[in-house]
C-alpha cells in the first residue's frame, strides 16, 4: 500500500527503469525499489548504519526493548551459526561471520514464526542471510547486533516490514559469553554492502593451498581478481575498488584447494 506523495504505481506494460535491493528468495526474485524512473521512490539503505525505515521499521519492538534506533538497513551475511544469551535469558541463534569464535550478529528468526518451506539452521551450520539490521547493539555492551531474517540460504523466510512473531525484550543488562564454534569450512562476507565505491571482502579459510578472489557481473563475466596466492591457515581480507564501474549486482567468489563460496554485493553510486 505504500506510495509516495506525487507519485504513481506503473500499470502492467508500462516501460520502467529502477534502482533496487535484490532478495533471491521467490520467482522471479523480489525487488525493493529504491529509484523508480529516476524518482526517489523511498530511501536508499545506509551502509553505515541508522536506517531509513523501509525494512521493518522498530523490528516488531526489538528496537525499543533494547533502546535502539527504530529503523533498519539491509544487511547480508555469510558465516557459521552460533548461539549467544541475551539479558543472561533470552537465547538466540547468531552468527560468526569473520571467523573469530565470536558471534557478530543475533539472527533473530521470531518467536512464534515459521514460513512453510524454509528450515531455520542449526548451530554449527553454514549460511546465508538477508535482513534488517537495528541500529545499535542489542544493549550497548558486549551484545551482538541484531538482525531480523527475511531470507536464509535463498529460501524466503518474512517480507520486509513483517513483524509478525516479534516482540520486545526487556531484562537486566549482563555481558553474554558467546559460544565458540570450530570453523571446519571457509566462509566469507563483505562490508559494506550495499556500498561506495570500495567494499572489503573479509574471509577465512580453514585450510592452507591456493586462495582465489574474484568479482563477477551478474552475466557471470569475470570483473577482476582481488587474490590469487598460496595463503596458510586464517584471516585475510581484499578490498575492491569499483570507482570504474557501473551501480548494480556483483557476485564475488572465494575458492581454496577444493572449497568455494560465492556472496551477492550491491554497488549503488
Known amino acids: 500500500d505504500y506510495q509516495p506523495e506525487g507519485l504513481t504505481r506503473p500499470n502492467n506494460g508500462d516501460a520502467i527503469a529502477i534502482i533496487g535491493g535484490l532478495m533471491t528468495h521467490g520467482e522471479p526474485p523480489l525487488v525493493v525499489v529504491f529509484i523508480l524512473n529516476g ?27 533494547y533502546g535502539c534506533d527504530s529503523d533498519l538497513t539491509w544487511v547480508e551475511l555469510s558465516g557459521v551459526v552460533t548461539e549467544v544469551t541475551i539479558y543472561n535469558r533470552f537465547v538466540y541463534l547468531a552468527i560468526d561471520n569473520d571467523n573469530d ?13 515459521s ?5 531455520i539452521p542449526n548451530v554449527g551450520d553454514n549460511v546465508d542471510v ?14 551482538p547486533f541484531w538482525v531480523v531474517v527475511y531470507e536464509v540460504n535463498a529460501e524466503f523466510w518474512r517480507e520486509p516490514g513483517d513483524t509478525e512473531g516479534l516482540t520486545p525484550i526487556t531484562g537486566s543488562a549482563v555481558n553474554p559469553e558467546p559460544t565458540p564454534v570450530p570453523v571446519t569450512h571457509l566462509v566469507a562476507m563483505n562490508y559494506p554492502n ?10 577465512a579459510t580453514p585450510i592452507s593451498g591456493l586462495v582465489k578472489v574474484s568479482v563477477f557481473d551478474i552475466l557471470g563475466r569475470e570483473v ?33 584447494n577444493d572449497q568455494q563460496i560465492t556472496n551477492r554485493m550491491l554497488l549503488l553510486k
Not at 553505515?48 to 521493518?56: L, V
Not at 550495499?194 to 574471509?203: A, L, R
Not at 595463503?231 to 556483483?250: E, F, H, K, Q, R
Request: charged letters at 10%.
Open 115 to 119: 514460513p512453510n518451506s524454509a528450515i
Open 224 to 256: 577482476t581478481t582481488l587474490v590469487n596466492e598460496n595463503l596458510t591457515v586464517g584471516n585475510y581480507t581484499a578490498t575492491w575498488n569499483a570507482v570504474s564501474m557501473p551501480s548494480g549486482m556483483y557476485l564475488y567468489r572465494v575458492s581454496v
Open 101 to 113: 569464535n565470536v558471534s557478530d550478529y543475533v539472527i533473530d528468526f521470531g518467536d512464534n514464526y
Open 39 to 65: 524518482a526517489e521512490w523511498r530511501p536508499m539503505p545506509n551502509p553505515a548504519g541508522g536506517g531509513d525505515g523501509y525494512h521493518g521499521g522498530d523490528g516488531g519492538g526489538r528496537a525499543e526493548g
Open 130 to 143: 538477508i535482513g534488517g539490521l537495528l541500529g545499535c547493539t542489542a544493549n550497548q555492551d558486549n551484545a
Open 194 to 203: 550495499p556500498f561506495n565505491p570500495t567494499t572489503t571482502i573479509s574471509f
